[in-house]
């Protein structure tokens, strides 16, 4: 292996001329460590990576490297294995589509869309018989997140999916916001992450994706065919297991893709006019993009000819108003559903002691008297239970729920261990829960519901 800190990666085309598929690498160069005929591809060496059995084909690993995780559904053989401290997520696949998955995902989380973090790309692969087998792309496993099939315990309900498809359907928005094509959207290339009782969705396949700087309304259309399609086929899948309930209509859910996604586009991205007299409608524009989680950059006003009509064009930057500003004023990385009740409960504690006090002071006093001390107040076995903003959050509704129960000003400090002890304790651990792909395969017919991929 050359000895060397950081290892050198081709760059990715951004000639967008071009149809957006990066160019087959034929022969390893700089951009690859190389151990006799391994080649690894990575943004950062982890000298780990070694320790692995690269020579046994992935379908044999020995269970003494794997992780022992879930196992869910995909085209590809996908293992889960330690790797340090951590865990990883191993998909064998050809040289080309693994290299194309890389760089995409690269590129994904330079424009900070919610998915899976590419480690290497590893080829040059033989068994120590000289057979050549299958290069491999290397993610890291997403903490507590969950694929759906790990949503429920016996049925799920359909509040529970509802909920999934508008986190599925935000997260197609954001994506096509971003001129990304995913090619291949359902629920099993998906992970969920809990966000303050709802779900964030984080895409874990990025495959069949291309990166254009502009969708075409056909192109956005055809993924959301894909997305009902793919996900009616699913439900149909559950529904044959008899692991949703019997009065859910997995075609009809599968509609509702089709409305979420075309509410939230069109509340980002749909003209506006009004009258001059009328500009408070500006306030109230922004106000419902940030509820739906999205900045606003800047806004294109038109007056018409007879100068009385003004034109709203929104300008998107990104999801996120609530956990940026929640970042900004304690440091605290947060989805946005846990931000936006973090921030209220850290508004109404400066309203109700601190009233005059500087809204940064006022925040980390918060930390340190709130956040903190719920954080501490988990047990060490608890500890992979949630992740800590989650804990904070759903600690506070529990709080809230007492003291409306029973008509007091319930201590914080009685709520956290009323919390502990009657709900936390009989969660199921979420830390290590990740989409894997050997699970029983899906009918003939159930097949053909999914779009070819």
């Given at each position: 292996m050359t000895e060397t800190s950081n290892a050198q990666w081709h760059d990715e085309p951004t000639d967008y001329d071009q149809a957006g598929k990066?160019?087959?690498?034929r022969s390893s160069s700089s951009n690859a460590e190389t151990l006799g005929s391994l080649n690894i591809t990575a943004a950062a060496t982890d000298p780990e990576l070694l320790d692995?059995?690269?020579?046994?084909?992935?379908?044999?690993?020995?269970?003494?490297?794997?992780?022992?995780?879930?196992?869910?559904?995909?085209?590809h053989i996908v293992r889960f294995a330690h790797l340090g401290g951590s865990v990883i997520a191993?998909?064998?696949?050809?040289?080309?589509?693994?290299?194309?998955?890389?760089h995409m995902l690269r590129k994904l989380q330079r424009l900070d869309v919610p998915c899976v973090k590419p480690v290497a790309v590893i080829s040059g692969r033989t068994t120590p018989e000289g057979e050549e087998l299958d290069p491999v792309?290397?993610?890291?496993?997403?903490?507590?997140?969950?694929?759906?099939?790990?949503?429920?315990?016996?049925?799920?309900?359909?509040?529970?999916l509802t909920r999934l498809i508008d986190a599925q359907a935000l997260l197609l928005v954001r994506l096509h916001l971003i001129g990304f094509y995913w090619g291949d959207v359902s629920l099993s290339n998906t992970l969920f992450r809990r966000d303050a009782g709802s779900f964030a969705a984080y895409l874990v396949d990025a495959e069949t994706g291309e990166l254009y700087p502009e969708l075409s309304s056909g192109q956005r259309e055809y993924d959301l065919e894909i997305?009902?399609?793919?996900?009616?086929?699913?439900?149909?899948?559950?529904?044959?297991?008899?692991?949703?309930?019997?009065?859910?209509?997995?075609?009809?859910t599968s509609e509702l893709i089709m409305d979420s996604y075309r509410r939230l586009w069109t509340e980002l991205t749909e003209k506006e006019s009004f009258e001059l007299g009328e500009r408070w409608r500006v306030g109230a524009r922004i106000r419902r993009l940030n509820e739906l989680g999205f900045d606003v950059e800047e806004y294109v006003i038109k007056t018409a000819e007879n100068g009385t009509q003004i034109q709203l064009q929104p300008k998107v930057v990104d999801a996120g108003h609530h956990s940026r500003r929640l970042l900004r004023l304690t440091g605290l990385d947060a989805q946005e559903n846990q931000a936006r009740r973090l921030l209220n409960d850290m508004d109404a504690y400066r309203a109700d002691n601190n009233p005059t006090l500087d809204e940064e002071f006022?925040?980390?006093?918060?930390?340190?008297?709130?956040?903190?001390?719920?954080?501490?107040?988990?047990?060490?076995?608890?500890?992979?239970?949630?992740?800590?903003?989650?804990?904070?959050?759903?600690?506070?509704?529990?709080?809230?729920?007492?003291?409306?129960?029973?008509?007091?000003?319930?201590?914080?400090?009685?709520?956290?261990?009323?919390?502990?002890?009657?709900e936390l304790r009989h969660r199921r651990d979420e830390a290590e829960i990740m989409l894997t792909s050997d699970a029983k395969p899906r009918s003939t017919d159930d097949s053909r519901a999914s779009t070819a991929r």
């Open positions: 990066l160019p087959r690498l692995l059995p690269w020579h046994i084909a992935l379908e044999q690993w020995p269970a003494s490297a794997l992780a022992a995780l879930p196992r869910g559904i995909s085209r191993v998909k064998e696949t050809s040289e080309h589509l693994a290299r194309h998955e890389y792309l290397v993610t890291s496993h997403l903490k507590f997140s969950l694929p759906y099939r790990a949503l429920f315990s016996q049925t799920l309900r359909r509040d529970t997305a009902r399609v793919n996900i009616a086929g699913e439900l149909m899948d559950l529904a044959e297991g008899g692991l949703i309930e019997e009065k859910v209509d997995p075609l009809a006022s925040a980390h006093l918060w930390v340190n008297e709130v956040f903190e001390p719920i954080v501490r107040a988990v047990p060490r076995e608890l500890g992979g239970k949630l992740e800590p903003a989650e804990v904070v959050h759903e600690v506070l509704e529990h709080r809230w729920y007492m003291s409306e129960r029973e008509d007091r000003n319930v201590p914080l400090a009685e709520a956290v261990q009323s919390y502990l002890d009657d």
